[in-house]
């Protein structure tokens, strides 16, 4: 196991004799304690987000979320509505919002490079207006996260630039990376039938997105 070398144990560690590393002002005040128009906007185009979560351990989550723009309401300046749509049922995320409540969120729009962050305090929810809000394809979400804001702000585009995430014409080969099913099979150490598997997970990502 490695072991860190010259760890950095103070924030002031992070600025000292490098001054394009200096925190600046315009970075500071960027920082807001709602939804504003810009991140409204942003959000109402958003396909994808990155859910972070803690229990009371410390042990982290990051759930991806994605769906059709706008698929995160918001409720109002302070509070967002995201679906719950059928994944792996393991409520990673939903099993550390009861413990702490606490929730990161990264929200992307394709073709942009920028992100926008939202943190803030968040509840699991059965609230069938809200979630009646969240249907898609006469599908209503079984759960709703009503997230309360505490910041939000712009992150700029340096990491999508440098991922050439939006140029798959420049991204490198995946062939030999094991599909889904091989993946599954060998770290749950599986006993299924390996082509019946990756039928059922193709089949699932066809024809069941919004179905249990």
């Known amino acids: ?7 950095v144990t103070h924030v002031d ?31 109402a185009h958003s396909t994808f987000l990155t859910m972070a979560t803690v229990d ?28 719950d749509r059928p994944g792996n049922h393991r409520y990673d995320g939903f ?22 962050r939202v943190n803030g305090h968040a509840t699991v929810v059965r609230d069938m207006e809200v979630r009646e809000q969240l249907s898609i394809k006469g599908r209503i979400p079984d759960y709703a996260v009503i997230v309360h804001v505490e910041e939000a702000f ?15 014409d420049q991204q490198g080969s995946v062939e030999a990376l094991p599909t889904y099913a091989e993946a599954l099979m ?8 390996a082509d019946a598997l990756a039928a059922r997970l193709k089949h699932n990502d066809e024809k069941r997105l919004y179905d249990e």
């Open 1 to 7: 196991m490695y072991t860190p070398k010259d760890p």
């Open 13 to 43: 560690q992070l600025y000292t004799g490098d001054t394009a590393r200096q925190p600046y002002n315009n970075q500071v005040q960027k920082l807001i304690d709602h939804i504003d128009d810009h991140c409204r906007n942003w959000i």
């Open 56 to 83: 009371k351990a410390g042990r982290m989550d990051v759930s991806p979320k994605g769906d059709p723009a706008g698929f995160v309401k918001v409720l109002d300046a302070k509070t967002l509505a995201i679906p």
């Open 95 to 116: 099993r550390n919002l009861l413990e702490t409540g606490r929730i990161g969120l990264v929200f992307l729009v394709p073709n942009r490079n920028e992100v926008v």
């Open 154 to 168: 712009y992150h700029c585009g340096k990491a999508i630039i440098r991922s050439k995430l939006w140029q798959p």
């Open 186 to 193: 060998d770290m749950g150490q599986l006993t299924e039938d």
